[in-house]
């Protein structure tokens, strides 16, 4: 249970940054 | 000198605020007269279109700011922001722009990776190369690590210090910060932007005026420019990380407090006397120990609720007068129990009677007007009637030390706030007390509880005992069950579980112990088997059977990252460490400095855990004749409620350190086995009923 927890919050923090890096990437790409 | 100092440098902040105010940010106090002007406005429009009266008033809050220029980046239309949006969306869906992203993130991370990773093997190489070689040089500090310690000493330690003064500075004058809080709002413009609000929401009110709306955010983003000057990104992560830990920290104090509300509503269906059971270890006297808390403080909740519904029923009688003469008299000791606080108000009642004098016994209580009786629709009392259970409940309400009477020490850390008129009980387990403050739990003389012959015939404490939280470890231990005593008798000389009515006792508790038909009285106590306390005690018991105990959980939300960082940093840093100190003595700058950061993220974690952790028994109860369904249960055993040194866990502790200081003998002195088969000699020495039995001895 616990390593499912870590699992899922350590997915879920990549996806996360993921998004945002590529919301920011899409603003600069749109402003260009 | 040093307070001179912090004068001087508060001063200092102060006029660097205003510099800024009047030469960077004084865009935002022109902005502020503007705000002025429209909430004047908007609150004159409110009146008057609410009155319905003649007006010529223009609301100007639907306007934008003379002052601060617009932003040409932010969209003047809802329109325009659509089509900004839908723009945004079209390259955000993409193929070629997610194409694109993926192939300049790859870039970036594989760039990142090849710094990177041979910077940390180099690390790695550099530590075991300076560290791989042994020494003995027990707690000599290399050249590294002292001329650190050296500059530590006179740059950061005084630095340090400075700055620490100065934070108690601010924390005793917590008007400074405020201010400085009040200028700093003005500069950046956040003042501006509540008055904004209040303005709007005066002129919305009467106007539902839906297409003004989009010229309130534009307002709102224009009127950010000057905080967005100071606060970049890094500020605002810095921000939001603050307020995220004072959210998850509400969050899980929140989540605390409910979970012992439901122990409260766990305890509050238990009979009055109850019997906890497991094996060793199962937390049997931890679970007995926090339901004892929470009686207690359920004790004095009840107490206070008697006092509030009496005070209804004879709403216009000067209570405070009463409670203050009441304390008088425990301060003089003519009231020390509930039996002398009775006679008290007895007395008083037949004082009333023989001279009906309102001033002296009702504190000029109008009884005439107001009346001297309550009817609660099933019958009536009388005056008196209402004033014994009053005093009887402030009695239980205002007693300082604790209500526990138990035969191991517990630790309580509920404080009375009193500010001279009707005190006040802080009793939540989850904020910071100071432990100087604590009281402890009384000592059960267990004569107190016996109604027929004592231990110490002339025993002063005999017949004191009223009402309270009995607890008792280990029960089975002092009552014993019917097989134990099967040759103790009734009759004997001496007094014993037979001949001294302690059950008797438990079977009329409450009978002493009741206010407004509430009993002031809990018996919690724990045994390894339930089958250890005799069945004429034990059957009027419910029996809570610990099944199991669950790993610790923590209350914090998103807690699992920060748990995960300090577990991997700390088993790093004991490999790194555990390696070292096998192989050296010395002290080097590198384990120094890794250490005070391990240190600091484990203990951070650690103080979480101690604060927020929780874990969670599952308990069956059963009834104590045994012969009932077991309900299952659960209940929430909270870190921050029973580990903060309520109790110590080997409470007859003292006893075995006693036998074992008065031998000279340790474990290191037993004698070994010399080979793995036991030697006849060896098996004798074990002094076995067994093996002495195969020799025939």
């Known amino acids: ?32 | 000198m040093r307070r001179k100092i912090y004068i001087a440098l508060t001063a200092g902040v102060f006029v660097m605020l205003a510099v800024l105010g009047v030469f960077v940010f004084n865009v935002s106090y022109i902005r502020l007269f503007e705000s002025g002007r429209d909430l004047g406005t908007s609150i004159a429009y409110y009146f008057v279109k609410l009155f319905d009266l003649p007006y010529d008033i223009t609301p100007t809050v639907t306007k934008y700011s003379g002052i601060i220029p617009d932003s040409p980046k932010i969209p003047s239309t809802p329109t325009e922001a659509g089509i900004s949006a839908r723009a945004y969306f079209d390259v955000f869906f993409s193929s070629d722009n997610f194409r694109s992203w993926g192939i300049d993130t790859a870039h970036f991370l594989s760039t990142a990776a090849l710094i990177i990773l041979p910077c940390i093997l180099l690390i790695i190489l550099l530590i075991r190369f300076m560290y791989g070689r042994c020494n003995t040089k027990h707690n000599r500090d290399t050249l590294p690590l002292r001329a650190f310690k050296a500059v530590s000493r006179t740059v950061y330690q005084p630095t340090h210090n400075a700055v620490g003064g100065y934070v108690h500075f601010l924390q005793r004058h917590r008007w400074i910060t405020r201010l400085w809080l009040i200028v700093a709002a003005l500069n950046l413009n956040l003042i501006t932007i509540i008055i904004e609000f209040f303005a709007y929401y005066f002129y919305f009110a009467v106007s539902i005026d839906l297409s003004s709306v989009f010229v309130q955010i534009r307002k709102l983003f224009i009127d950010l420019t000057p905080f967005w000057k100071v606060f970049n990104v890094w500020g605002i992560i810095i921000v939001a990380l603050w307020l995220f830990n004072r959210w998850r920290r509400n969050t899980a104090l929140h989540t605390l407090r409910h979970y012992e509300a439901r122990n409260c509503g766990f305890i509050n269906e238990l009979p009055i006397v109850t019997i906890t059971c497991g094996s060793m270890g199962k937390k049997k006297t931890t679970l007995i120990t926090d339901m004892t808390l929470s009686q207690e403080k359920m004790f004095r909740q009840r107490a206070l609720e008697i006092l509030q519904q009496s005070d209804v029923k004879i709403p216009y009688f000067p209570w405070i007068m009463f409670e203050k003469e009441l304390q008088r008299c425990m301060e003089y000791r003519t009231v020390y129990n509930l039996a002398t606080v009775k006679r008290w108000v007895r007395l008083k009642r037949d004082r009333f009677l023989s001279h009906g004098d309102v001033h002296l016994q009702l504190y000029g209580y109008d009884a005439d007007k107001y009346g001297y009786d309550y009817d609660n629709g099933l019958y009536v009392s009388e005056l008196f009637d209402v004033l014994e259970n009053y005093a009887s409940a402030y009695f239980i309400y205002v007693i300082t030390s604790s209500l526990i009477v138990s035969n191991y020490a517990i630790r309580t850390s509920n404080v009375m706030a009193d500010s001279g008129n009707l005190p006040l009980w802080l009793t939540d387990f989850f904020m910071p007390r100071d432990v100087n403050n604590s009281r402890h739990s009384h000592i059960l003389d267990f004569d107190v509880l016996r109604l027929g012959r004592k231990v110490v015939e002339n025993n002063p404490n005999i017949g004191s005992f009223e009402f309270g939280v009995v607890t008792i470890s280990e029960i089975g231990k002092e009552r014993g069950n019917n097989l134990e005593l099967r040759e103790v008798k009734r009759n004997n000389d001496e007094t014993n579980q037979k001949n001294d009515l302690f059950n008797s006792w438990l079977k009329m508790c409450r009978h002493s112990a009741t206010v407004d038909n509430y009993p002031f009285i809990k018996v919690f106590t724990d045994e390894q088997r339930p089958e250890s306390w005799g069945a004429d005690a034990r059957d009027l018991c419910d029996i809570i059977r610990i099944v199991e105990s669950s790993e610790q959980n923590i209350a914090l939300p998103l807690y699992t990252l920060q748990d995960m960082f300090s577990e991997w940093l700390f088993n790093r840093f004991i490999a790194t460490y555990t390696d070292f100190r096998y192989r050296r003595g010395d002290n080097t700058l590198f384990i120094y400095l890794y250490k005070k950061f391990v240190a600091w993220v484990w203990n951070r974690n650690v103080r979480n855990y101690n604060r927020y952790g929780y874990s969670v028994l599952s308990i069956e109860k059963e009834r104590g004749t045994m012969d009932g369904k077991a309900d299952k249960k659960k209940y929430y055993l909270m870190n921050g409620k029973i580990y903060s040194k309520r109790f110590s866990t080997d409470c007859f502790s003292d006893y075995f350190n006693d036998l074992a200081s008065r031998t000279s003998v340790g474990l290191d002195d037993y004698l070994e086995y010399q080979t793995e088969r036991a030697s006849v000699r060896e098996l004798q020495a074990q002094n076995s009923y067994f093996i002495n039995s195969l020799y025939g001895r």
Do not use: D, E, F
Request: charged fraction near 10%; proline fraction near 0%.
């Open chain 1, 1 to 32: 249970m616990k390593l499912l927890k870590r699992i899922i919050a350590v997915t879920v923090l990549i996806a996360v940054a993921l998004l945002i890096s590529y919301c920011i990437y899409t603003g600069g790409q749109i402003n260009a």
